[in-house]
């Protein structure tokens, strides 16, 4: 069950297709997003947050709200994305959130934005050219103590084999199992985490303390 990668680099590039995912995801922000918030606000981390790969900003609002006492930092590869985010973002909520055109993957797009308390990514995973790059850039740009906190799909049997080609059965052929996952880590010298399983049974968390 080899990880297959049939999304192209820059699907998100193209305003129609980022537009449709802002649709698709406004309709699913309950359901794609709980599970992440929940745990979230269990970990009550104060300070600045860095969110990576933020698409049209659903998810980094609904944290600046839930979270009122945070700054946060959004960051997507896509200008597209970061368009329609500025554009989507409500008045009350510009002064704590910033967001940006940057690649997870290039040090010199997250050198300039400080240390970061919590650094999140949901669904991008799977997206990113070079995982192993990107890790470390984030894990370098945490602060002392600082958590990163990515959930993402699992590349599992099951859906695997399902020949479909649209965007959740693709993401799925490309994304990682929990033990290459602990490859890169490992190759990393990263320690501290926790790579879970998490409902529904094809998603997974993995936390990464500094
Ligand atoms: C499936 S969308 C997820 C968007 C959002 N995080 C969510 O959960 O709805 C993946 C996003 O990751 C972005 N992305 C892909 N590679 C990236 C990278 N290297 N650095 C930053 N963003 C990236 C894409 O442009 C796209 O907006």
């Not at 981390?45 to 006492?69: D, M």
């Not at 990514?121 to 602060?143: G, P, Q, R, V």
């Amino acid at each position: 069950m080899k990880r297959i990668v049939e999304i192209q680099q820059d699907y998100f590039f193209d305003a129609e297709n980022a537009n449709k995912y802002l649709k698709d995801a406004k309709n699913a922000s309950n359901s794609r997003f709980s599970n992440f918030l929940s745990s979230l606000k269990k970990l009550n981390i104060k300070g600045k947050y860095l969110e990576i790969g933020c698409g049209p900003g659903i998810l980094t609002q609904t944290i600046a709200l839930q979270h009122p006492n945070v700054e946060i930092i959004a960051n997507d590869i896509s200008p597209e994305m970061i368009k329609l985010a500025q554009q989507d973002l409500s008045k009350d909520l510009k002064k704590r959130i910033k967001y940006k055109v940057g690649d997870a993957c290039d040090i010199n797009s997250l050198k300039d934005l400080g240390k970061f308390d919590l650094i999140y990514s949901t669904f991008t995973l799977h997206h990113w050219d070079n995982a192993e790059l990107a890790i470390k850039n984030l894990y370098s740009t945490l602060n002392d103590n600082g958590i990163l906190y990515i959930h993402d799909l699992k590349r599992v049997l099951f859906l695997y084999y399902i020949r479909k080609q649209n965007g959740f059965f693709n993401s799925i052929r490309a994304s990682y199992k929990p033990k290459e996952i602990k490859i890169i880590l490992q190759k990393i010298g990263i320690k501290n985490y926790k790579i879970k399983t998490i409902f529904p049974f094809f998603m997974q968390s993995i936390m990464i303390r500094k």
